[in-house]
């Protein structure tokens, strides 16, 4: 899939930048949960509440596949991932919960549960890998994870907590939000082990002025820090899946390679009405489940920021034009949905070593007064051999280029990637990756629908430093970065040759890791530079936003029984790393919505 690459270190390091890049979310687990860990049913699904989509029988009419055997479910969350887990387990303390998961489990996915795979789970572009890869319209590579665990299985682990400035926007209560986050860090989180390379970092920043050093901390404070991470002392990465832990299995159910088609309404009273889901499973066959008529039952979307919007038009509630161009039963007119998407855009300046280092991935971070984040990742290599490949990937049904035009696929193209391909990539790559995130972009765009197949990607635009704020932003990023890799203590860490920042510039230029077309002066001019190699972090938002899709407590407006607990609500990226936010969120929402049902009763 890599056809524009122009040299085997090119290939190798686009490979390790595709994974890198993700910073959007096992080994013993802990106490808390070794309890509920002894009812295991078999070892791949871990849980007694976890089966295949194919287990489930349909209550509803025979034009589905049915034995009637299961009931009404008091709600019904579609999508088991960073959000929808520690969500499904909050409510099934007190109610039946349904979760339907289009992926398959992380506990048996070797390229999930070890930091060293973390590249290879991303570069594998297979029907059964936990990342679905995508090309936004900006020319930009992204992925989407498919998997129980959301984006907590597929990033770089790092965890960070949102500042009190965003909990303050998001009109949450603060009380309930510090409780919240330690429900999550318990059970997951863990303090790293800093490698050589990191604590260069750390040294570079504070020497080039990113202070104060604030230590190891989950806050989101301004200067130097070392943050919290999903992977434990032996390298081994525990996810959102893991705080199903929390659940009371009596009442949880999760279904994997359950493919949500639509959500159902019932369009009789002056407002649509949820009445259920209908759902494919990993068979090809069809199911509906239904909610239970009790009030205060609802289906809760969880699909993250691309997911989201995608379901609500595929299900008739979006703008009337796009429903009706893919002949879509129009629910309800909502012009916003898919719209203010964002993402925060990234740029890296390649710093390469004559000694072997070890591997990392983000621990420590630069928070800057200009609104911009400096970390670093650290010895990854790739053999591809241990990457699902094919050499269809200059068709319009691969998926990873189904979005491109098709002049971009021309077939000398086709066998340069096919002749490339031969290169045997064992080494490790011996250096690092210093990046820049820009937090809080001001450049917005939008999500629309290609078809109405569900397992399709949409069609996702950025527009990354189209606000010109947003550039100048990136420029003074990129000139503190080349500050950092510079800097004395950083040379004295890395033992190598001090080198011309031009030259550093020029790597990441000619690794194309984008589609973006490439200019001669890209690495004098930085603004040129930055729209030239920009990438994704992964922790794009929006498509779903509070006050034009959903109300404040994330209720879908104009229509009953239906929210959005994800990502998608976001109108910007909370914290550092937005993995531990979203799971705050999903453990906050579920408490709050026990405490408004049932008030003291609740118990939590």
Known sequence: MFWFLQSPMALKLFLFLFALLLCLPTSLSSTASKGKEQKLKFNPYRYTFIDKASTFASSSS??????????????????????????????????????????????????????????????????????????????????????????????????????????????????????????????????????????????????????????????????????????????????????????????????????????????????????GVIFKDEKGNQHQALLSNRKGSEVILSSGAIGSPQMLMLSGIGPKRELKRLKIPLVLENEHVGKGMADNPMNTILVPSKQPIEQSLIQTVGITKMGVYVEASTGFGQSPESIHTHYGVMSDKNELFSTIPAKQRRPEATQAYIRRNKYQLHEAFNGSFILEKLAYPISRGHLSLLNTNVDDNPSVTFNYFKHPVDLQRCVEAIR?????????????????????????????????????????????????????????????????????????????????????????????????????????????MGVKILRERLGNKAGV
């Open 62 to 275: 025979s034009s589905f596949s049915s034995n009637g055997q299961d009931s009404t479910y008091d709600y019904i969350v579609i999508g088991g991932g960073t959000a929808g887990c520690p969500l499904a387990a909050t409510l099934s303390r007190n109610f039946s919960v349904l979760v339907l998961e289009r992926g398959g489990v992380p506990f048996t996915n070797a390229n999930v549960s070890f930091l060293r795979n973390f590249h290879i789970g991303l570069a594998d572009t297979s029907a059964s890998s936990a990342s679905q890869a995508f090309v936004s319209t900006d020319g930009v590579y992204n992925a989407r994870a498919r998997v129980l665990g959301g984006g907590s299985c597929i990033n770089a682990g790092f965890y960070s907590r949102a500042d009190a400035a965003f909990v303050k926007r998001a009109g949450w209560d603060p009380k309930l939000v510090n409780e919240s986050y330690p429900w999550v860090e318990r059970e997951i989180v863990h303090q790293p082990k800093l490698t050589l390379w990191q604590k260069a970092l750390r040294d570079s920043l504070l020497e080039v002025g990113v202070r104060p050093f604030n230590g190891f901390t989950y806050d989101h404070v301004s200067g130097t820090k070392i943050g919290g991470t999903i992977f434990d002392r032996f390298g081994r990465r525990h996810t959102a899946a893991e705080l199903l832990a929390y659940a009371n299995p009596q009442k949880l159910r999760v279904l994997i390679y359950a493919t949500v088609q639509k959500i159902v309404f019932d369009t009789s009273g002056t407002r649509p009405r949820v009445t």
């Open 480 to 588: 503190l970065v080349s500050k950092v890799v510079t800097s004395k203590r950083f040379l004295n860490y890395t033992q190598c040759d001090k080198q011309n920042v031009h030259e550093m510039l020029s790597l990441s230029v000619k690794a194309n890791i984008n589609l973006r077309p490439k200019q001669v002066n890209d690495t004098k001019s930085m603004a040129q530079f930055c729209k030239d190699t920009v990438v994704t972090i992964w922790h794009y938002h929006g498509g779903c936003l509070v006050g034009k899709v959903v109300s404040p407590d994330r209720k879908v407006l104009g229509v009953n029984r239906l929210r959005v607990i994800d990502g998608s609500t976001f109108d910007e990226s909370p914290g550092t790393n937005p993995q531990a936010t979203v799971m705050m969120m999903g453990r906050y």
